[in-house]
């Protein structure tokens, strides 16, 4: 078991704020290294000076006993190392093989050497076990299948050092089991791979050995066998935690605050009945497509359906309107945070302020009260103990994925809502800040409000709803009201037409 | 619109020639003009630079860009940079109107060319007239008819390009070329009016169908030269395009003259055409504001008449050189 | 670890020592106004002209116009949009008002033109004579102008076309129909209170000999006018709606991303419609301001580049072309800066070949300033 590369010492500093202190890490070859840690906790920098994208402050990094100093990417790529990036670096107007060879195209006589880069680019995708034409469209494909030909780039220059940035993000579970294959069989073709990710789950299963980062500074790190869980989040966290969900508090009252009846829109949903009451959380669990999110929509009064009816408090709502349903005390964190939960170049006052303007709206010109208003969202912004310096002059963007949540239901509570909906609220965000998250879920309900918490992480659901419904394929395939759930129960309500199939 | 283009080379010309003008000293004139992004602009801003140097008196020039409201800032800005006096070539009358009451109001001569302003009253306003000069030209143009009739016994069937009557300068040549062919009812078929709007595209369409409708036109007047080559586009292929003295020669004339139509002339298609006089124009503007500046007076108010003159194939040796398309001929303007 | 401190902590105090004041002034919310103001004494020295009283003034009156004009494009920019159909509604709002109140026209100019004999005669306009001629002139040129922006805000916010075409579409359409209404020609004639609102003065200022039996006209500069009080206050009434109120936090929302705006309950189809409907009703004032300093109605006004320098002068000012970002104190700073830039190449007597390319460089320049300021704004590091 020879050591590939070896940080020593390793610091890295932007504008004297330390975002890596002393790391000194050795990576085994032909061994998988998961790479955990919180946001922030220097993951990414780590990886980026690994790869050439900026250069440490401090310290060295020997491949195979040599000093390696990459001075880029690309020189980096010459070392044998490829870097996976979270956000995929895939052009979706080109075909799988163009992409593939975007940065190399083979030439021939002055032009590209189309026959030999399809070649190529098959046997590519066949070692990868991925049966598509060298020449579909990328625009074409399915997440998974995308992730594989970026491995499929990444593997054209014979790598001997495979990075992935947290790759199961976008991808459903039979997506990931399959990465997981390609992963192993690299492993086992000798390759060396680290493999970053905030799912403890998959660093457990899939790594050899593992190491954990916590604020800049390497915390632990071993063979895999070695480290269980808790362990891990401890170290992640840098404090125990007994367990990774909150206690429930909060007990569920009697009166409904939302009643939707036989809700329907042909070819996404048919006949849903669903019930939240006050101070009780619903899970609304499914695979993806099973139309958890597109219910939710339609509640909240963004998509259109056929017809059903919505109460919200015993009020009959009609129309197709977000304003209306705010009026009446709905809230919606969207499952894309990003797109339509925050504006991100926007600061996180103004943010927080959006949905209460009114409330602050004086004279006829509505001017706001702006002191006001900032004073208050300042407020929610200590009470959810959001991490940022300056509310009114940090952006969204600027703040970490927990934080970013943190933001989008602050925005909501400032109206007191209640009924909140929460579509994959702990997407993205590392394991402190799901606590977090699971307790401010628990706060709502104590205080009132009937949570209706969506999600695809079967063991959140169980571990913080009173009731849980299934969906799948547009219905409702199964309603459990009995703590404690019993996962195998769940799991075989969401895949029923699957498995009958 | 290329009519309008016409001024400033004039007014360069003009400088250029050396125009026997008033004794200046250190004099600053702003020399605004609508726009000159044409192939005039050349040889009208060599001239103007040239002048400048000869004379003493330095010309500030400001291109308004077919923009009123831009011109009237420039000239503001004149104004402010202490000229002794404006010249201006207007986006159109209204604007020129109010330029001329923004200059005499602070007390800045103003003297206007090329196209008049719609209220004469103020300003020094040197104005072409166009009936006349349209009638000169087709007057001599007659007199070739009438003696063409002498020989066949066969009346003439005219022509004529109008252009956008919307501008009155389009008007009064309509004018003056219908004064003659009242004036001669017995040599003269009723005229056939073709509409160009100004526009080449437009004028190239109209023709066409006018030609093929009265194949035996045999008498043309275009209201400008710039058309010659669209009028040469329709008549070549009828082999109507021919030179003085040959069988099926179509008398032709125009106005403006241009390079095109000096050279025309000089090769015999073309029989005369009407010139506005911009070298007396030009002069005329120079000499009216320079005597104002040099008597103190600051709103200076006059309409001078351009009466123009008919450039023919008679007096091209005389007065060749007082027009401005065969200046740039000279200059080997076409062969550019 | 204390290696690592001491060696990077002084390089940091260094750079920052260095850095700090030119930092300040680039990430500076005035920083196009220090850049005018740099640029005018840079040239000050070549440019004596400059400072002199009259052309100060009328820097300061070319300045009018085009700010009722950017303002409105401020807001339309802020909401991720553009409205190139503002030159239209120039044109046709000065062609519509001067019909209506015109007191006298030329049969020989207008006679073609479709509104003779309906809207205007040999008498003037339909509203001439009468007392109330300019304020209802100006109200029914306003109704036309409002309801050009109506129209473009409907076909973005519910039909959601592209803002870029509809109001591309508008500039076309509309320019042609002012141009049909009067067949080209202008409409002159306009009442004397019209006109005073392009270019009356409230105070001038005279600063020759106090002994002067009679002073000269070109003496007496006008510093505060009726275009200035218009302008401004259509400036500062849209720099409060944009800065203070519940509308403008929802532009800068809708601005900022549509989507999210919307789900966080803002009215994103109202507030865009609104948006346009404001910036037609901006470009009507523009309109009067430019039609009234002109004396006539003019269906070309507002053609050939005058977009490009509204939309110029807004975005230099600091409005961002992708929405989310815009102040209209920004447009101000940029407006100024424009007009200087003009002023200054007329006062260098330049060639007209070497203008517009000076022009392009000297905005070149100012936008590459621009651009490394938001790369620090951004906070790009290394």
Known sequence: MSILLETRGLTKSFFGVPALRDVSLTIHEGRILGLIGENGAGKSTLMNVVDGVFPATDGSMFLRGLPYQPRSPADATGHGIAFIHQELNLFSNLTVAENIFVDAFPMRAGFIDRRSMRRETERLLASLDLEIAPDTLLDRLAPGERQLVEIAKALRSNPQLIIFDEPTSSLTARETERLFEVIRRLRDEGKTLIYISHMLSDVRALSDDIAVLRDGELVGSGPAEELDTSRMIELMIGRELAQLYPPKTAAPGRDPVLRVAAMTQPGVVQDVDLEVRAGEIVGLFGLMGAGRTELARMVFGLDEFAHGEIRIGGTLLRGQSPTDRIEHGMAFVTENRREEGLLMESTIADNIALVSLASYARTILRFVDAPKLSAVAQQMADDLQIKAHDIGGQPAKSLSGGNQQKVVIGKWLMRQPKLFVLDEPTRGVDVGAKYEIYSLMDRLAREGSGVLFISSEVEELMAMCDRILVMNRGEVSGEFGERPFKQDQLLRAAFREDLAA | MRVVHLGAVAMASALFVGVSGSSAQAQTICFAFQDLETEFWVAGHKAITTTLEEKGVRVIERNGNEDANRQLEQVRDCIAQGVDGVIIIPQDGESAVTIVKESQENDVPIAVFNRPPSDLSRGLVVVADNETIAQQAVEFMAQKAIARFEVTGEKATPLIMVGDLGDPNAVGRRDGFFNVMEKYPQYFNDPIEVSTEWDAATALANLEAAVTANPDVDFLFTSSDFLFPTIRSVLEPRGKWLPAGQEGHVIMGGLDGDATACQLIKDGFVTATGVQDLFFEAEAAMDAILTAIDAGETQPNQVIEDPGFALTAANLDVREMDMWGCVLLAEGFLDQ | ?382
């Open chain 3, 1 to 382: 670890m204390s290696t690592i401190e001491s060696g990077s902590a002084p390089a940091q105090v260094g750079s920052k020592g260095w850095a700090s004041p030119v930092r300040r002034v680039l990430l500076s919310e005035y920083f196009v106004l220090y850049l005018t103001i740099v640029y005018f004494l840079i040239l000050l020295p070549f440019l004596p002209t400059l400072s002199n009283p009259q052309n100060l003034s009328n820097v300061l009156s070319n300045m009018w116009p085009l700010l009722a004009v950017a303002v409105g494009q401020t807001l339309v920019l802020t909401i991720a949009g553009i409205d190139l159909s503002q030159g239209s509604v120039i044109g046709l709002t000065s062609v519509v008002g001067a019909a209506l109140i015109a007191t006298a026209a030329s049969s020989d100019v207008l006679s073609n033109s479709v509104l003779w004999g309906l809207v205007i005669t040999e008498q003037g306009g339909l509203f001439a004579g009468k007392s109330w001629a300019v304020p209802a002139g100006i109200v029914a040129m306003l109704l036309v102008g409002a309801l050009i922006g109506l129209i473009n805000g409907i076909a973005v916010a519910l039909l959601r076309m592209p803002p870029f075409m509809v109001t591309l579409v508008g500039l076309i359409a509309f320019g042609a129909f002012a141009i049909f209404l009067t067949q080209s020609e202008n409409i002159r004639n306009l009442p004397d209170a019209y006109i005073a609102l392009g270019k009356g003065d409230i105070v001038s200022v005279y600063l020759g000999e106090q002994s002067t039996p009679q002073i000269p006209r070109r003496q007496i500069y006008s510093f505060i006018t009726y275009p200035m009080i218009i302008s401004i206050t259509l400036a500062v009434f849209a720099h409060f709606l944009l800065s203070r109120t519940m509308f403008g936090r929802h532009v800068y929302a809708v601005g900022a991303n549509r989507r999210a705006a919307e789900i966080s309950g803002v009215p994103a189809k109202r507030i865009i419609i609104q948006v346009f409907v404001f910036s037609a009703v901006c470009a009507t004032i523009g309109g009067i301001l430019f039609s009234a300093r002109l004396e006539a109605g003019r269906p070309t006004l507002g053609e050939g580049t005058f977009l490009l320098d509204v939309i110029g002068a807004t975005v230099i000012g600091g409005t961002s072309l992708f929405g989310g970002k815009g102040k209209i104190v920004w447009t101000f700073f940029g407006v100024l800066f424009f007009v200087l830039l003009s002023n200054t190449l007329n006062l260098m007597n330049l060639s007209s070949f070497h203008i517009d390319m000076v022009k392009g460089s000297v905005i070149l320049a100012a936008a590459l300033l621009d651009v490394t300021r938001r790369r620090l704004l951004a906070g790009g590091l290394a």
